[in-house]
């Protein structure tokens, strides 16, 4: 065994929404901390870039606010089908930003807390060694005495999300035009559904959740740019009407397979590893709530660490905390792929709606 090159309090893996929040509060702690990404600069991701009210507290925690990022309010939420729609005033102030915009602004305020970036290091594994970590990456080893694992969608090599079973697809595709308006819009499509929300300065962001075979067979619009977005649109008067005029700004949609949508990490796992973020629950993204259950985790793994609770203590209070807005958010998108034109009924009843909109929220199951 070589000599670790660079140890830390802490190691965080992956700089995503989970990471930082992680970071940032283990630094604010007095931790020293090593966040590290394997890009080296924040990308797009797969996501439909809603923000709820619990994702802008825990930012205002962190020093940030949609607003001044350029984040586009979002007053209303409309489903269409077919020829039916309804539309209802969201129960909350929301807001439309940039995945990268907010990834950059998140690695930023780390910076600005103390947090030791090391952006373009991926981590190739991590086993526990004496009474701490050594993780693997091509710049050498890092030592640490704990760990924090927030890479997102995507496993850790000797680290899989245990029980996640291999699920489904999404899509995103930027688009110019388009007439998405202050409002996050939702249409059914093929198994699944589409996301439609403005983004600043103007355009779209057009993102899906989709059954995972929707790649292969008759489905290979799903790589289409200009065919992807006219599947949507043919899908309802709804989306015919807000996507005419509208073209792909990417050659190609962002893909991510294998979304393993209900997974909640059970309270197990190795001393001294804790898993936030979409390593530790994977809400169905129907909710728009993934990206703040990435950052309370974070902030709530910062604060068991400084605290000293254990891993699986942590990772058994953040399952059942996340149990309310996964359940409500399932009931949703299973109603959506099982009968969406009941589901555009449903929307037509405000209050109805506005509840399940709430239901969904980190924090309204008063955790
Ligand atoms: C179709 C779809 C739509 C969605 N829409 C929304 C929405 O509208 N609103 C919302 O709130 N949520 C939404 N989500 C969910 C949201 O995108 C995720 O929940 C959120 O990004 C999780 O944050 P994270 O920090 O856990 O992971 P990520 O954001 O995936 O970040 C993980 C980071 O880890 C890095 N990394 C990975 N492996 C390694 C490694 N080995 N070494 C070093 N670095 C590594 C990656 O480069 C990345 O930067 C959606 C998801 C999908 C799939």
């Known amino acids: 065994m070589t000599r670790p090159s660079e140890e830390a309090e802490v190691a965080v893996i992956g700089a995503g929404p989970a990471g930082c929040a992680a970071a940032i509060g283990l630094a604010r702690g007095g931790c020293r901390v090593l966040l590290l990404d394997r890009q080296p600069t924040p990308r797009e991701s797969v996501c439909g870039e809603f923000l709820g009210p619990a994702a802008v507290i825990a930012l205002a925690g962190l020093g940030l606010d949609p607003a001044r990022l350029g984040a586009v309010p979002l007053r209303r939420a409309r489903i269409g089908w077919g020829m ?8 909350f102030s929301a ?4 995945r990268q915009v907010l990834d950059g602004a998140l690695r930023d305020a780390a910076a600005a807390a103390g947090v030791a970036l090391r952006p373009g290091l ?23 005495r704990q760990v924090v694992l927030a890479s997102g969608k995507h496993a850790l090599r000797g680290h899989p999300r245990e029980g996640a079973r291999r699920g489904a697809l999404g899509l995103k595709l930027h688009l110019e035009g388009g007439a998405a308006g202050e409002a996050v819009t939702l249409l059914p499509l093929a198994g699944g559904y589409a996301g439609l929300q403005p983004l600043p300065g103007g355009g779209a962001n057009l993102c899906a959740a989709l059954p995972g075979s929707t790649l292969g067979g008759t489905m290979g619009w799903a790589r289409d740019p200009a065919a992807f977005l006219a599947r949507v649109a043919a899908g309802s008067a709804l989306g015919a ?98 009968a969406p034109g009941a589901a555009v009924a449903a929307a037509r009843l405000a209050p109805a709606a506005r509840l399940v909109a709430w239901r969904t929220r980190l924090g309204a199951e008063g955790g």
């Open 122 to 144: 991926a981590v190739q594994g991590a086993w526990p060694e004496g009474a701490g970590w050594r993780l693997q990456t091509p710049g050498g080893a890092i030592a640490a």
């Open 84 to 91: 039916r729609e309804a539309g209802f005033a969201l129960p």
């Open 241 to 338: 009407r807000l996507l005419a005029g509208a073209r792909p700004a990417w050659d190609r949609p962002l893909a991510i397979a294998g979304i393993p949508y209900g997974f909640r990490q059970a309270a197990t796992g190795p001393a001294g590893l804790y898993r936030v973020g979409d390593q530790a629950a994977v809400i169905p993204s129907l909710a728009g709530e993934g990206i703040a259950l990435a950052l309370h985790s974070g902030l709530a793994a910062a604060a068991a660490i400084l605290a000293g609770v254990p891993a699986v203590a942590f990772q058994a209070r953040w399952r059942a905390r996340v149990a309310g807005p996964m359940r409500w958010a399932g009931l949703g998108a299973w109603a959506l792929r099982q």
């Open 95 to 98: 807001w439309a930003l940039p």
